[in-house]
Structures are given as structure tokens and as C-alpha cells.
């Protein structure tokens, strides 16, 4: 494995180490406590003595164990685990001094040590190597030391190459486990790249699938408004022509009621006319068209402004533009970008239950080279929590079936496609703002 890949192991590795050591220190315990039956049925004369050695390693152990909860023990687990493993050796070749030297029984105590650690704790293959070479050097110690030494030349002999074969098995365990447990968390490094990179999959198609959705209501609302027009266009036209005749007849001059009906007839009527063009504008495109062209910046708010005026109706809203608003883009798509966030604006406003009347202020500035715009409402504002997910796909706060929370991913998407960037901004209880860009024609 990668040396970069060895840091993440080794913080991975200090909780797995920590547990180890915790359950292992316990079952040191319980075995040193347990051998105190060895010590009665083998070395009877010695019980008070060995059953004194047995607790205060016990003791030793518990403590070591109460360590390891602390924030010293999580920075020194490794140095702490080798000292409650060591412990048990020394006072097993303490054991074996005091009793038969090379012939004490408690030389199979070292072996059940040496493959414990080999087998099941998380250490390194050089710790294991170490504990291995102790366990040796204690035996081999505690036999020298022993008053008849000299007549157990053989069986220490042998006894010692049997240990350092259970110091070679043990340390052979230690480095496949090792290598085993690397190559496990290289495969589970190599599983959460991946879902990472799963996860950004899902989400590019999330929003795929909403740029595919958005541009499908646009072609349907494409299709409609052109067939609106065509069907609409003759009868609006004789109907303005049949009104301003009528408006020129003596007859409604002389009447006052009959003109001012005229009259509303024909606000209507344009209405319908500026309500069918607004629509053409918005959502009707001829394939392969070239989408990046001039346009007033002033038509689209207008246009935004009628035709999402169903929902603003009682709200006052506030228009602020410079002389110059020409822009450069897709004009249909800035337009359905301004009615989302009017629609949301009013949404907000709508929501809120306090004494200011609703209120949303359209605002179009000149930065440089590109237009600024900013959409902002006095309503309820957003949660800290939810502000950064407005642009997420699917998101939404309002009830199931108000929306699909589509708008605002394909709104920053179209803005993006502009090389500008939509922003979210809110206090909450107070306001809420969106700003994007444009660039202007050279």
C-alpha cells in the first residue's frame, strides 16, 4: 500500500488497537486470576506467595486498563498495551525461577502468550518480533538463575528453541494479520471513493433529469402558447379593431358609460395580446437557434413580472432599473429564471403573518462588464440549516405536491451556463435575497 495511504490506516487502526487492548487487558486478568488453580494442585507450598503475585499483577493490569479510557491512554495505547502483556511474562518467569527452573510447568504459560498476541491483538510485526525476543530473554534468565541450573542444560536448550519457534509462528501471524488488515481497509478506502463518486453521479443526473424536466414544460408551454397565438391572433385583432371604431363612434363620445366599457375592452384585450407574446418569448425557440444573443434586460423583467402575476397579486412589487439593460444571453431562459424567483419571493411573503405589508424589490445594477440583479422579499426568510441546500435538487420546504423543488438547480444551472453565479442570501423572520449576473454586450 501507498505510503499516503498508511496515515489514514493508522488513525483507523487506534480505535481497533484501543478496544483490543481494553477486551485483552480483561482477559489477562481473568487468566492470571484463573492460573491460581495451577498454583494449588502443582505448587501447593508456594499458593500464599504466588497468590500475592497473581493480584498485584492483576492490579497493575486493572489499572493499565483504567488508563486506556483517558485521553492518555488513546495517545499512548501501543506502549500501554505492550506493558500489560509484559507483565504476565515476567511474572511467570519469576514462577519458574522460584520452582523447577527448565522443568516448571509454567514454561507453556510463555507459548499461550506468545500465539494470544500473534493471533488476535492489532500489533505491529516489529512489537511482535519484540515481545518475542523478551519472552526469551526472561525464560532463558529465570532458568540461569535458578539454583539448579546447571543439571537442565538440555531442557532449557530445548525449551528456549521452542519458545523462539512461538515467537516465529507468532510474529508471522502478527505480519499476515497486519497485511490483512490493510489490504481491508485499502479495499474500504477504495469502496467509499467510490460511493463518494457515486453519490456526485447521483447527483449530476438528479440535476439532468431536472434541466430534461424544465426544458419539457418549456417545449409544452412552447408548443400551447404558439398555438394560443395562432389561434387567438385574428379574433384579438378584430376585437381591437371592432373597439376602436367603436370608440370613434359619435355614440360613445356623447356616452360616458359606453366609453369607459370600451375602454376596459380594450385594456383587456391588449392584456390577452401582451400575455400570448410574453409566452412566445418565454418558452418558444426554434431548435439549433442561437441562444447567446442581445436583449433587453428590461422586456424579461416585464415579461417575468405578467406573466408570474397570479401569484403577486397583493404584493407590492418594486421595480429599479438603469437606463442600459441590454444583456447578452438566452432571453427565455433569464425570463424563467426571474418568474422562480418571483414565484418563491411571493410564496414567502405569502407565508409570513406579521404587520408589514408584502413587499419584493427587483433590482438591476451595472458592475463592469455585467449586469447585476437582485430579487428580494420581506417574508419569513430561510432556516441556517436549509441555506445552503437551496440549490440542491429536489429540495424543497414546501408541502408535498406545492413543488419539486426543480426551480432554483435549474435557475443556478441557466445562470452558471451565463458564466454568472446565483446566490442565496436571508436573515430569518426578516428577509430573503437572490443575486445573479450577466454579462452585457461588447
Not at 199 to 210: D, M, P
Amino acid at each position: 500500500m501507498a505510503e499516503h495511504s498508511r496515515a489514514p490506516y493508522e488513525e483507523q487502526l487506534s480505535e481497533f488497537r484501543l478496544t483490543y487492548s481494553k477486551a485483552g487487558s480483561v482477559t489477562s486478568i481473568v487468566l492470571v486470576l484463573a492460573g491460581f488453580g495451577l498454583d494449588y494442585f502443582t505448587y501447593p507450598d508456594r499458593l500464599t506467595e504466588f497468590t500475592a503475585l497473581r493480584l498485584l499483577v492483576s492490579l497493575l493490569t486493572l489499572g493499565v486498563f483504567a488508563l486506556l479510557f483517558s485521553g492518555f491512554g488513546r495517545r499512548h495505547v501501543r506502549s500501554l498495551t505492550m506493558l500489560w502483556l509484559l507483565m504476565p511474562q515476567i511474572m511467570i518467569a519469576y514462577m519458574i525461577q522460584q520452582t523447577d527452573g527448565a522443568n516448571s510447568i509454567y514454561f507453556v504459560g510463555l507459548h499461550l502468550a506468545l500465539y494470544a498476541v500473534g493471533i488476535i491483538l492489532p500489533i505491529t510485526i516489529f512489537e511482535g518480533i519484540g515481545f518475542g525476543v523478551f519472552t526469551l530473554a526472561v525464560y532463558v534468565l529465570a532458568c540461569l538463575l535458578h539454583a539448579d541450573s546447571t543439571n537442565d542444560t538440555a531442557r532449557l536448550v530445548t525449551n528456549s528453541l521452542f519458545i523462539l519457534f512461538s515467537a516465529a509462528a507468532s510474529a508471522v501471524c502478527t505480519w499476515f494479520n497486519e497485511k490483512a488488515r490493510l489490504r481491508l481497509f485499502a479495499l474500504q478506502h477504495e469502496v467509499s471513493v467510490k460511493n463518494a463518486s457515486l453519490r456526485e453521479i447521483n447527483q449530476t443526473l438528479a440535476e439532468v433529469k431536472g434541466q430534461l424536466i424544465q426544458r419539457e414544460k418549456m417545449a409544452a408551454i412552447g408548443t400551447l402558447s404558439a398555438g394560443l397565438l395562432h389561434e387567438l391572433n385574428n379574433p384579438v385583432n378584430y376585437s381591437l379593431m371592432a373597439i376602436n371604431m367603436g370608440l370613434t363612434c359619435p355614440g360613445a363620445k356623447s356616452d360616458a358609460m359606453l366609453k369607459e366599457s370600451l375602454d376596459d375592452a380594450l385594456e383587456g384585450m391588449q392584456r390577452v395580446q401582451n400575455i400570448v407574446s410574453d409566452l412566445k418569448t418565454f418558452a418558444y425557440q426554434k431548435p439549433g437557434q442561437d441562444s447567446q444573443r442581445p436583449f433587453l434586460l428590461e422586456n424579461a423583467v416585464r415579461s417575468a413580472v405578467r406573466l408570474a402575476g397570479y401569484e403577486l397579486k397583493g404584493i407590492e412589487v418594486a421595480i429599479d432599473l438603469p437606463q442600459d439593460t441590454h444583456a447578452m444571453g438566452d432571453e427565455p431562459a433569464i425570463i424563467g429564471v426571474l418568474i422562480n424567483l418571483l414565484s418563491n419571493a411571493a410564496h414567502a411573503v405569502q407565508a409570513t403573518e406579521r404587520a408589514a405589508p408584502p413587499r419584493i424589490d427587483l433590482k438591476v445594477v451595472v458592475q463592469g462588464e455585467r449586469l447585476s440583479v437582485s430579487v428580494r422579499d420581506n417574508g419569513r426568510g430561510i432556516e441556517p440549516d436549509n441555506l445552503g441546500r437551496v440549490f440542491e435538487p429536489f429540495f424543497t420546504t414546501r408541502d408535498v405536491g406545492a413543488g419539486l423543488g426543480l426551480g432554483l438547480s435549474v435557475s443556478y444551472g441557466i445562470v452558471q451556463r451565463h458564466g454568472g453565479t446565483l446566490a442565496a442570501d436571508s436573515v430569518l423572520g426578516a428577509w430573503t435575497e437572490f443575486t445573479f449576473d450577466l454579462p452585457r454586450p461588447e
